[in-house]
């Protein structure tokens, strides 16, 4: 004899359903208890690895940052002193300019005025 259980039946008679019916229904709320924990479970673990991912994306966006800021840095650093050294150069070839013409000059003038 089978006899089929609606949840209105089990409020309605509860003795009238045997062991087995009973052990059907426990068995069957398990098995949803652990298909919702499996679903928390599931969805606890997506939000971990999202979290990560994220993590992992900032860290390489601030590593990347750095990377940028430190070699714009260093080029501006290079640039100034090649704009330094050019300078000192360019100082070091007048001031030797200046000495020579200053030397020439000093001798064209005792050679010119001074000896005849």
């Known amino acids: 004899m089978c006899y089929q259980a609606s949840?209105?039946?089990?409020?309605?008679?509860?003795?009238?359903?045997?062991p087995?019916?009973?052990?059907i229904i426990i068995i069957i709320i398990i098995i949803i208890i652990i298909i919702i924990i499996i679903i928390i479970i599931i969805i606890i673990i997506i939000?971990?690895?999202i979290i990560i991912i994220i993590i992992i994306i900032i860290i390489i966006i601030i590593?990347?940052?750095v990377v940028v800021v430190v070699v714009v840095v260093v080029i501006i650093i290079i640039i100034i002193i090649i704009i330094i050294i050019i300078?000192?150069?360019?100082?070091?070839?007048?001031i030797r300019l200046s000495v020579f013409l200053t030397l020439r000059l000093s001798c064209w003038f005792?050679?010119?005025?001074?000896?005849?």
Do not use: M, Y
Not at 7 to 16: A, G, N, R, V
Not at 20 to 23: A, E, F, I, L
């Open 7 to 18: 949840l209105l039946d089990i409020e309605k008679h509860p003795q009238s359903l045997s």
């Open 20 to 23: 087995h019916t009973h052990r």
């Open 47 to 49: 939000i971990i690895i």
């Open 63 to 65: 590593i990347i940052v």
């Open 87 to 94: 300078i000192i150069i360019i100082i070091i070839i007048i």
């Open 110 to 116: 005792f050679f010119h005025f001074i000896l005849p």
